[in-house]
């Protein structure tokens, strides 16, 4: 199975920019995708294909990379992003996720 | 407009089975695929299998022996069971819908508001 390693948490302040990265066991070309899931609710996707925004999603959030490598941003934060973000690739079977990175807010 | 809703027993006692059904609505069943992703509370997420859209399934390995996607198109349902139940099998249990940009590129562009399974006696 494809491994997908996040960073845990991460602390931004508000009107910063975040970063979060997910990294790979092998390539997935651009078979990644973002996911939001706030506190008792289900995932909102975020991302797809790497960098491709969902319907809806503001231009705050964007994706870049390809292979083993990727990163989510959000620029600006806002109070309203507080959640945990999931990346998951698509190109293996099984489908994996990362293990979260919580967003917290200095 | 697309909404998912998963709905099931809340309780399961060990060694047990599982049944889950997924409702859909807004889309169709031969139209898209739906998959089932599962939770571990306070933990990451897990896919489970996937009931293709022209009615083939695909499952996690890590499930095969124990897993069963079906549907009924006609109900727009898509069922999820699942034997001999632990207590590790407890968790949060999600539907989601399958949209893809090519082969290889599938992500779930909508999820129901999931279920809560606990595996105990």
């Known amino acids: 199975d494809i491994v997908l390693t996040q960073s845990p948490a991460l602390a931004v302040s508000l009107g910063q920019r975040a970063t979060i990265s997910c990294r790979a066991s092998?390539?997935?070309?651009?078979?990644m995708h973002w996911y939001q899931q706030k506190s008792g609710q289900q995932p909102k996707l975020l991302i797809y294909?790497?960098?491709n925004l969902a319907s809806g999603v503001p231009a705050r959030f964007s994706g870049s990379g390809s292979g083993t490598d990727f990163t989510f941003t959000i620029d600006p934060v806002e109070a309203d992003d507080i959640a945990t973000y999931y990346c998951?690739?698509?190109?293996?079977?099984?489908?994996?996720f990362g293990s979260g990175t919580k967003l917290e807010i200095k | 407009q697309v909404q998912l809703k998963e709905s099931g027993p809340g309780l399961v006692q060990p060694s047990q089975t599982l049944s889950l059904t997924c409702t859909v609505s807004?889309?169709?069943?031969?139209?898209?695929?739906v998959h089932w992703v599962r939770q571990h509370s306070g933990k990451s997420l897990e896919w489970m299998g996937r009931?293709?859209?022209?009615?083939?399934?695909s499952y996690n390995s890590a499930f095969t022996s124990r897993l069963s996607i079906s549907r009924d198109t006609s109900k727009s349902q898509v069922f999820l069971k699942m034997n001999s139940l632990q207590t590790e099998d407890t968790g949060t249990y999600y539907c989601?819908?399958?949209?893809?940009?090519?082969?290889?590129?599938?992500?779930?562009?909508?999820w129901g508001p999931g279920t809560m399974v606990t595996v105990s006696s």
């Open positions: 009931m293709w859209s022209d009615g083939d399934t």
């Open positions: 998951q690739q698509s190109r293996n079977d099984p489908f994996t």
């Open positions: 294909g790497a960098s």
């Open positions: 989601a819908r399958e949209d893809t940009m090519g082969i290889t590129s599938w992500y779930f562009d909508f």
């Open positions: 807004g889309f169709s069943l031969t139209s898209y695929s």
């Open positions: 092998e390539s997935v070309r651009s078979s």
